[in-house]
């Protein structure tokens, strides 16, 4: 099918999606963006956590100066309405990004351009590319051994923009390179982090579920969800900075983001986390999610907003 795609409040076809090659975010990486999952439960199209990700685009478009001339309300509604008008979505991405054309690191006239994509990145993007598509359900990951030239006092890392990612995108490209499928990133002190596009959660050997605090890493809406199902379900749960020594005897190891909801870590650094299958708890709470997408869990009424 034709996907359209929404541009300051029109609609043009997917492949009129175009932005010039001398604007601001093209040649500076001044794009604020959130990627938002799409569930279709027999007919019925719901968004997941919609006014928090919207929240979270104003305040990184707040934090970066980067202006938006839509307030929420609009950007919630817009956002409704693409989904609408391409069915089969599977997610929302939207951009803001200074697509004024300039010559300075600061732009003389600064004009934001809000996009909003609703699409199937199987069957649109992935499908239709040559190379195959790297893709796990159950990962082998790298460990960064020293920070790559990523200062939080730059780029706050909860700023969810695109300049922020160029380095744990080089990162990562060596990881996949060297044969692992993703890469736990450290701090300057050594403590973890997150991964390039998730947070990262571990069970340590009292079953306390352990995550970084917010101020180091993206605050993640799938994070702030597992938290909250952590607190349902009576299961203990720590924010706080996480020294190496718990990763390497932790019983369980999980990812989450927009894209993989729960994802399991089986080996790291080639060494085998637990028995090297999905952990209780990671399956247990990956089963919640399975829940909450189908309508059929108590944060789905909370969580779910119907198109």
């Known amino acids: 099918m034709q996907r359209k795609i929404w541009i300051n409040g029109d609609y ?5 999606a175009q932005v010039h090659i001398l604007s601001h975010s093209h040649q500076r990486g001044s794009l604020i963006f959130g990627f938002i999952p ?25 934090s970066a100066g980067i202006p938006l001339d839509y307030s929420s309300e609009e950007i919630h509604f817009a956002i409704k309405e693409t989904v609408r008008e391409n069915p089969g979505s599977k997610f929302v991405k939207i951009s803001v990004y ?13 004009f934001s351009t809000v996009a909003i994509a609703a699409y199937d990145p199987q069957e649109d993007i992935i499908s239709k590319n040559t190379e195959p598509f790297h893709s796990s359900k159950e990962l082998s990951v790298w460990l960064e051994k020293e920070k790559h030239q990523r200062r939080s006092d730059i780029i706050p890392p909860q700023i969810k923009i695109a300049g922020n990612y160029t380095s744990s995108m080089m990162a990562k490209w060596q990881a996949r390179k060297d044969g692992y499928d993703e890469i736990i990133l450290t701090d300057e002190d050594g403590f973890i982090t997150e991964a390039p596009t998730s947070n990262v959660f571990l069970v340590n050997n009292d079953d306390t579920l352990l995550t970084a605090p917010e101020k180091e890493v993206l605050y993640g809406i799938t994070r702030k969800s597992i938290l909250e199902i952590a607190d349902n379900e009576g299961i203990k749960a ?3 900075r996480i020294p190496l020594s718990e990763l390497e005897n932790a019983k369980e190891v999980f990812i989450t983001s927009s894209s993989h909801l729960v994802c399991p870590v089986i080996k790291i650094d080639n060494v085998i986390i637990g028995d090297g299958s999905i952990g209780p708890l990671t399956k247990k709470l990956k089963q919640r999610f399975i829940k ?3 309508g059929s869990d108590i944060f789905s009424n909370n969580w779910l907003e119907k198109v």
Request: glycine share 2%; with cysteine; net charge negative.
């Open 12 to 16: 043009v076809n997917w492949e009129d």
């Open 238 to 240: 720590k924010v706080e």
């Open 38 to 62: 799409v569930f279709n439960n027999e007919g019925v199209v719901s968004i997941f956590r919609l006014k928090d990700h919207v929240d979270r685009l104003f305040t990184s478009c707040m």
């Open 98 to 110: 200074i697509s004024s054309i300039e010559v300075d690191v600061v732009p003389q006239d600064p």
């Open 292 to 294: 909450i997408s189908l």
